[in-house]
């Protein structure tokens, strides 16, 4: 393995370095100085957590790092010790993640802010390895913030952010980085990478006003009736509205710190004359600015909104983008079967169809899933479908003949 | 929170009269001392001290999910070692039969198997009292619960306690421990030698639930005593992989006595060829005695 970066760069000072997307996360989260690290393996996440296991056993982080016997304790171990006051975190994907998932619920009700980075992949039955969103969006429900990034300097950047978020007194919630599983996580990319300097400036140390200590006996966890539980999860609905404006104000601070922009809510490509707009999350939205690019060369209004943060829902901003435009089409790479695509559902879900505000029509395409190759031509196709006739649902790329059944 | 009483487990909590865990519980926390964080698995003890905005802890405490208090416990410890704050509180994780022995079994083996500096108490009331007196893998042989019901066919629970204790020491545990609340010196002692060694330790509490095991409430010691004094809870230590003590029985009662005054075990005196069943039970008590030197 190779060796870290050196951390001796002064401030202002950062380096460009090709890594694949795990070393960057990893590195990022150095950055970061947790206490505790806790994971359990699980492909893709699993270069993640070596890279980390290494940045430690090296001495380049002074860390506990837990190898535990499941996903379901690896996310039990960040809850005791962020509860003592550590900086924490832990990475899974898939049926990691489901399996994590009673344990996520547990994280954000006692209002901790984990930092956790989802390798998105696909879930099982069929079993496979390989991307799509399905994992997360079993989580969509859990009180963690969700930001989906699109490639492996957002995914890093994002890592920094994560723990400005979440820490922010006013907000104490958990946030899940997903990154796309092989896409981004096995992809090398060139990646700045800020000086500890920096990091330490822009992220100070974690001091959360309660904490697990003899000092102050605290009891974390009580049983809440009827008479109580409903005002603590409208608690936490409250403050998902205040992270919006901190995810924003945290996108301009990381900017004016270190010079760019990650992103915040929602990133608009194209999109300001645009008469169609594609609406997407995580790296397809790479291949969407390819067609677009395209698209645009031969005198098309075409643009895209991309979705960053899927949790809190950014209504009014999607709202605003969406607003008027002949055409929205969302591509999606999990759907809530029996119903259809759910970042799709939740935006016609801004709308009302009598309003004038209302996109002319809005097409569901769900693509990619369990690691079907989404190619610039899966995008143009499906854009040409929707512009002539919209639709409601459909899979792109479908192989009809395999649904051919005999018997 | 601050009351004038000593207890760290204060009163004034919802527990059912005569309740064995309570006792237990109290009399592990004040042998522990203030300076320790408890992490509790979701159970009677969490449900009856924690009725938000209540809380009878007197120490740090934490409750997140039934199977997870020895994980949660073990990154509590992990972060009071890399904050640099590892002399200011000793580790306990609690919880009762089902949440160590059957739900909670994979996170106890991972703390055990990494060697975190963790104390973990099992109330050991043999079924899951908290939903009603079902069956656990801690039940005894012949138990009646509401999931394992004595009926024209069937005499109850048809398997005897799962050995956790062996399997703590089939996992490297330095301090195993079994006691009673019928015994608080003996708890008191083995609380204090436990949190002396580093590294992880079990110790298992036996604790008459009055509901669940249908006894007088006013009988709980006595119902917890005869369960020694039969050979049918046997009470040790296990250090470093050998039987360092065992308390011992002054005279051993038959196993009717236990038996007869639980109504768990009342099939058993009225159904024909109970007698049969009650041979069975003790002959599980007299292999404990010969097992652990009991006498």
């Known amino acids: ?407 | 929170m601050k009351t004038t009483t000593k207890n760290l487990l204060a009163p004034g909590h919802t527990a059912c009269m005569g309740c064995g865990q309570s006792l237990g519980a109290r009399l592990v926390m004040n042998a522990a001392g203030p300076n320790v964080i408890v992490a509790n698995a979701t159970g009677c003890l969490e449900v009856f001290t924690t009725r938000d905005p209540q809380s009878a802890w007197e120490v740090p405490w934490i409750h997140s999910l039934f199977e997870n208090a020895a994980a949660v416990a073990s990154g509590i410890e992990a972060a009071l070692k890399a904050l640099g704050r590892k002399d200011e509180a000793k580790v306990i994780a609690q919880g009762g039969d089902g949440g160590t022995a059957d739900i909670g079994m994979g996170a106890l083996s991972g703390m055990f198997e990494r060697k975190h500096d963790v104390l973990y108490v099992c109330y050991d009331n043999e079924a899951y009292m908290n939903t009603g007196i079902q069956r656990s893998s801690l039940t005894p042989l012949d138990s009646r619960t509401t999931t394992s019901p004595s009926g024209n066919v069937s005499w109850g629970n048809i398997t005897h306690k799962k050995d956790l204790p062996a399997i703590a020491v089939a996992h490297g545990v330095l301090y195993v421990t079994t006691t009673s609340v019928a015994y608080p010196r003996d708890i008191e002692k083995k609380v204090k030698k436990a949190l002396s060694i580093e590294g992880p330790k079990y110790m298992q509490v036996h604790v008459p639930c009055p509901l669940g095991w249908y006894h007088d409430p006013a009988q709980t010691i006595t119902v917890a005593r005869l369960a020694h004094q039969t050979g049918l809870y046997p009470l040790f230590e296990i250090q470093n992989g050998q039987l360092a003590s065992v308390m011992k029985i002054g005279t051993v009662k038959p196993v009717e006595e236990y038996l007869k005054i639980q109504g768990r075990f009342r099939h058993l005196f009225q159904k024909e060829g109970g007698a049969e069943e009650i041979k069975r039970i003790q002959t599980i008590a007299d292999e404990n005695i010969k097992k652990f030197g009991l006498v």
């Not at chain 1, 698209?295 to 901003?317: A, D, M, N, S, W």
């Open chain 1, 1 to 407: 393995m190779t060796k870290t970066v050196d951390s001796t760069r002064s401030r202002g000072e950062s380096k460009r370095v090709m890594w694949e997307g795990s070393r960057a996360v990893a590195e990022f989260v150095k950055l970061c100085r947790p206490n505790v690290i806790s994971a359990y393996p699980i492909t893709p996440q699993t270069h993640i957590v070596e890279e980390l296991a290494q940045i430690v056993a090296d001495g380049d982080l002074k860390a506990e790092f837990v190898n535990v016997e499941s996903e379901h304790s690896a996310a039990s171990v960040v809850l005791g010790a962020g509860a003592t006051g550590a900086r924490t975190y832990t990475a899974t994907t898939s049926q990691g993640l489901l399996l994590m998932l009673e344990v996520l619920y547990n994280i954000a009700g006692l209002r901790l802010p984990v930092s956790l980075t989802c390798a998105n992949r696909a879930v099982s039955s069929p079993i496979n390895i390989w991307n799509d969103h399905q994992d997360a969006m079993a989580a969509r429900d859990s009180g963690w913030i969700q930001i989906y990034v699109e490639n492996n300097q957002e995914a890093a950047d994002m890592q920094i952010q994560s723990y400005k978020i979440g820490e922010d007194k006013d907000i104490m919630l958990p946030v899940m980085v997903c990154m796309d599983g092989f896409i981004l996580t096995h992809a090398y990319e060139p990646v700045d990478v800020p000086s500890q300097e920096d990091v330490d400036e822009f992220l100070p140390p974690y001091k959360p006003r309660y904490y697990l200590t003899p000092r102050t006996p605290l009891t974390f966890g009580a049983m809440v009736g009827p008479e109580r539980y409903m005002e603590m999860r409208y608690l936490i609905q409250e403050t998902m509205e205040k992270v919006k404006e901190k995810i924003e104000k945290t996108a301009n601070e990381f900017k004016e710190k270190f010079g760019r922009n990650s992103g915040g809510l929602i990133d608009r490509y194209q999109a300001g004359d645009a008469e169609t707009l594609l609406v997407g999350m995580g790296s397809m939205v790479g291949t969407m600015r390819d067609v677009v690019d395209k698209l645009r060369k031969q005198g098309k209004k075409v643009g895209i909104v991309k979705v960053r943060t899927f949790r809190p829902f950014p209504k009014e901003k999607l709202s605003e983008a969406l607003k008027g435009v002949k055409n929205v089409i969302v591509f999606e790479k999990a759907i809530s079967l029996g119903e259809g695509g759910i970042l799709c559902s939740e935006i016609k879900s801004l709308f009302d169809a009598k309003s004038k505000n209302s996109p002319g029509n809005i097409s569901n395409f769900i693509i990619g899933l369990g690691g079907r190759d989404i190619t610039e031509n899966s995008i143009l196709g499906a854009v040409e479908r929707a512009e002539r006739q919209p639709v409601e649902l459909d899979f792109v790329d479908l192989d009809r003949e395999l649904l051919v059944g005999g018997d």
